[in-house]
């Protein structure tokens, strides 16, 4: 099943893969501009494309994992398509991204955004006009992405950044964690009404064997614990005082987590 959601300038279909991945098609509504976003896979993206009469034009990586890239150098040979890639993570690409690089898709500006944590390079795309966010593995549906090769400082830091966003922005991550990531959630946040919501939806949605993914920002907010590190209630299950910061909080959240 692939899923379509359609935004101001441009559609985007979302690929099931592999156990949980998911990888993203951009697709242009008024030109023939179409990116796929962290292809773990090429076949799955060449019947789509094929199917639709789509003309892949770039490779976009939001990191390194091959469960990211694993298609890359297959869908460019395939298209002649340019990949695009972080500039600080070990990716072969045509043109490396930081948050200087000047980008646009579908006549809206996509903005870098320098995100390390989950891996050094990790980085973000943002639609400025339509609101859509690929997060990568930095930012899950009621979670985020373990720090294999960050720090808490920069992992806070990243997802500092995201909570800047508007809160109508939509988030595209590449796994489908949602229902897994709730369980730990409400173990640490058990009082949170939006949170209780939240997960009651995402049953309901993988009942109907539907996607989790997109979400909205602004409920996020409200109910990832790994973005309400700060709060007085997530401190207090942390057995953490008051005063301690939000680093050491979302240290010790991901450090549960890790061992969840």
């Not at 309901?204 to 209630?233: D, H, M, T, V």
């Amino acid at each position: 099943m692939i899923e379509e959601n359609k935004f101001l300038n441009f559609s985007v279909f979302t690929i099931p893969v592999l156990n949980d991945n998911y990888i993203f098609v951009a697709k242009a509504h008024k030109t023939s501009q179409t990116w796929v976003i962290d292809p773990a896979l090429a076949k799955p993206v060449i019947n789509f494309l094929q199917d639709k009469k789509y003309k892949l034009t770039a490779v976009v990586n939001t990191h390194h994992h091959l469960d990211h890239t694993g298609g890359n150098l297959e869908l460019k040979n395939y298209y002649n398509a340019l990949i695009l890639a972080p500039k600080n993570d070990p990716i072969t690409a045509d043109k490396k991204l930081d948050t200087n690089s000047k980008l646009s898709f579908a006549g809206e500006a996509v903005q870098i955004i320098e995100a390390p944590g989950h891996t050094l390079g990790h980085i973000l795309y943002y639609f400025t006009e339509s609101k859509v966010l690929f997060a990568g593995d930095c930012l899950f549906s009621l979670g985020c992405g373990r720090l294999f090769e960050g720090s808490p400082q920069q992992m806070t830091n990243s997802l500092n950044k995201i909570l800047q966003l508007p809160d109508n922005t939509q988030v595209f991550c590449a796994h489908e964690y949602s229902l897994d990531n709730s369980k730990f959630a409400l173990s640490v946040d058990s009082a949170n009404l939006a949170l209780q919501k939240k997960t009651t939806q995402i049953q309901n949605l993988r009942n109907q064997n539907k996607f989790s993914i997109p979400f909205k920002l602004g409920i996020e907010k409200q109910c990832n614990p790994f973005l309400r590190s700060n709060a007085p209630e997530i401190k207090k299950y942390l057995n953490l005082s008051s005063s301690c910061s939000t680093v050491e909080s979302f240290a010790k959240l991901r450090k549960l987590k890790d061992n969840f």
